[in-house]
């Protein structure tokens, strides 16, 4: 996970346009990342690879950006139908291997 979170870390500097370097603003930021891959992982049901592009990276990366302006609450509003959809889709994958 070390490797991937300085993935992640770069990965989320970029998306939020941060060029700068700041070891204390790294450390916070990767504390974000942490919970929301806690938060995220912990609704949906599922351990997703955050390196890999997809909904749940989308998300993750929106989770930060909240986070990081002191409004975390909004996200959770704001991305309802999407938590839920990751969601449902982890219960139509997880049914369809049960049916093999």
Avoid: C
């Amino acid at each position: 996970m070390n490797e991937n979170i300085e993935t992640l870390l770069s990965d989320v500097k970029n998306y939020l346009d941060i060029t700068w370097d700041d070891a204390d603003g790294d450390k916070k930021t990767k504390g974000m990342i942490l919970r929301g891959i806690s938060a995220i992982d912990g609704k949906a049901g599922v351990e997703f690879d955050y390196t890999q592009e997809g909904a749940h990276r989308s998300l993750l990366f929106n989770y930060v950006m909240y986070e990081r302006s002191g409004m975390l609450n909004d996200f959770w509003i704001n991305y309802k139908s999407d938590i839920i959809a990751l969601q449902v889709a982890e219960e139509v994958r997880r049914y369809a291997e049960s049916q093999q």
